[in-house]
């Protein structure tokens, strides 16, 4: 199913970045690039923030790229709304979206080729949450973090 993809990177994930912006049109999806436009170093969270922010205006799946996603995913989470997966195969991406209900991709360049990356975006894009007993878990990351829950 088509989807509304928000990107961005730092200087770092910039390359990665413009090639699966171009991989996601070409199969159809609604992509927006929140920047950068070249490899002038630039500071993650600027961009981490721009991404959260349409993801969140628009119910959309953010793509956050670093050079090793981990700035990205640290910055997004941080952010109430936001579930932010750093993911390294595909098995990762897909459940990151039907069990966590994902809805930003966090890559690091310098980590992940861009073959697998292209597969690890195209999963995660693809997958859906399954609900169930995975949003009750859901809510409780909403409200254990106080401290440990009665058993
Ligand atoms: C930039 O050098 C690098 O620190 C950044 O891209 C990222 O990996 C941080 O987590």
Known sequence: MPQTV???????GVLLKKI???????????????????????????????VCDAVLAQNALGILICGTGLGMSMTANRRPGIRAALC????????????????????GERVTGQGLA???????????????RHQRRLDLMETCH??????
Not at 88 to 107: I, K, P, S, T, Y
Not at 124 to 129: D, G
């Open 6 to 12: 928000i990107i961005g990177s730092d200087h770092a």
């Open 20 to 50: 699966l912006v171009d991989h996601l049109a070409a199969a159809g999806h609604t992509v927006v690039d929140v920047g950068p436009a070249d490899a002038k170093s630039v500071d993650y969270p600027l961009y981490a923030a721009s």
């Open 88 to 107: 390294g195969n595909e098995f990762m991406a897909r459940m990151a979206r039907m069990h966590n209900d994902a809805n930003v991709l966090c890559l």
């Open 118 to 132: 292209l597969s690890i975006t195209d999963a995660f894009v693809a997958a859906s949450f399954e609900g169930g």
């Open 146 to 151: 106080g401290g440990p829950v009665s058993k």
